[in-house]
């Protein structure tokens, strides 16, 4: 049987706005995040445990009493699902959720104390994908959380998208990508796109010395209008067959305007048009950020043996597993200009991080400042430094194929 229920404003908690989560369902595959919000926490109690009885979800609470009635104010990483349960106000809480820009928005079920038409006309407003009036039917609303858990379950992480990410600033992810990225394509020969999303102050073109014509903000704006061949027109063009796409110093886009859908857009021709897609991506959390971490299939974390990077790398780790879902092992840590007699070693940074580090790159300032220098990649520049080849191990650990290849005879030769 079906179980009926409906709630009263007798339920309501003086509590400020809190947030609660629970445990994942299923971990090692794509999983959904699912918000369940009111202002009643009877509501916030049951509607959690029929959705906990999916799988493959995480779950998030949150209580609303005073202050902001957008259920989605203020979270640094918004949920791919919203459950939102309206009382009194409802039209004024919806409103709040109307106003957000498109982007912003996530797809949602509204339930209502009434079947009042304006309050549904309100819902759909903003964005509600079903909407049901209390008295609720269990299985009505069990049959709609599934139809949107398949839906978000169509969006599946790329093999082919690897994030490098800073743990503190200035630790080196920037030189880490292009070097990796050129490698798969010198070495490798495979079809690779370097992206650089520091949308002011980009620097990888530089690093291989490359004039961008085409900036990131100029392609977001026509990438509605494009296929994989003309994105790959737009793209900066390296001697080793590398593609390139930065910023353009002569405009400036903030995160929060890149519009979301365009970055969907590009994304998908980008992990279409190419066989890997490596993205330097800026140490922050917006939505911008949060679009490219949820399509990764890998993320490099570039950490320091120092106390300030590894605090740092601790709270960027806990984003990644608490707020994404990220599973350890779409993780690699990478400790950069490692200096074996440091006072903090290996097993400190394992210790602290709660992951074993998987490389180990040498500090080697000489040969990288006369790279970036010159703008000549490491691997055309000092190909047999101890430098290099650990880039060449991470190169293969991330699907390439330099460090199995051994060198003919002639290759010997020239290289030699």
Not at 239 to 249: D, P, T
């Amino acid at each position: 049987m079906n179980n009926i229920i409906s709630f009263n404003q007798s339920d309501l908690s003086n509590e400020p706005m809190s947030i609660r989560g629970h445990k994942m369902k299923m971990t090692g595959t794509q999983t959904i995040s699912i918000l369940v919000a009111s202002r009643c926490k009877q509501a916030i109690n049951y509607l959690s445990e029929l959705v906990e009885q999916h799988e493959h979800i995480s779950v998030t609470t949150r209580l609303i009493t005073n202050g902001h009635s957008d259920p989605l104010y203020g979270l640094e990483v918004l949920p791919d699902i919203l459950i939102f349960r309206i009382g009194d106000n409802g039209i004024q809480e919806l409103e709040e959720l109307a106003a957000r820009p498109m982007d912003q928005r996530r797809p949602m079920i509204v339930i209502s104390e009434s079947n009042d038409c304006d309050v549904m006309r309100m819902a759909m407003q903003a964005g509600a994908c079903d909407f049901f009036s209390e008295p609720l039917t269990d299985s009505d609303f069990k049959c709609s959380v599934e139809r949107l858990i398949t839906d978000c379950s169509t969006i599946v992480s790329s093999d082919g998208l690897t994030i490098v990410m800073n743990a503190k600033g200035g630790s080196g992810a920037s030189l880490i990508a292009s070097t990796v990225a050129h490698i798969m394509s010198a070495a490798t020969g495979m079809r690779v796109a370097l992206v650089d999303f520091d949308l002011q102050f980009g620097a990888l073109s530089h690093y291989l010395d490359i004039t961008p014509e085409h900036g990131l903000q100029e392609i977001l704006t026509v990438v509605d209008e494009l296929d994989e061949t003309a994105l790959d027109g737009y793209m900066e063009k390296h001697s080793s067959g590398l593609r390139v796409l930065g910023s353009n110093s002569e405009s400036i886009m903030l995160a929060d305007e890149v519009p979301g859908e365009q970055l969907m857009m590009l994304l998908d021709l980008l992990e279409s048009g190419y066989e890997k897609v490596i993205v330097d991506l800026p140490r922050q959390i917006n939505l911008m950020s949060s679009t490219v971490i949820e399509r990764a299939s890998k993320l490099v974390l570039v950490v320091q043996q120092n106390i300030a990077n590894l605090r740092d790398a601790c709270r960027l780790l806990s984003i990644l597993r608490n707020e994404f879902g990220m599973p350890d092992d779409k993780i690699l840590v990478v400790v950069n200009r490692y200096e074996p007699k440091s006072q903090i070693t290996l097993k400190d940074i394992e210790n602290a991080l709660q992951i074993k580090p998987d490389m180990t790159i040498p500090n080697d300032f000489k040969h990288v400042t006369e790279s970036l220098d010159s703008g000549v990649p490491l691997y055309e520049f000092a190909r047999k430094t101890a430098i290099t080849k650990s880039c060449m191990g991470l190169e293969t650990k991330l699907g390439g194929h330099s460090m199995d290849r051994k060198p003919g005879l002639l290759s010997r030769f020239f290289n030699s």
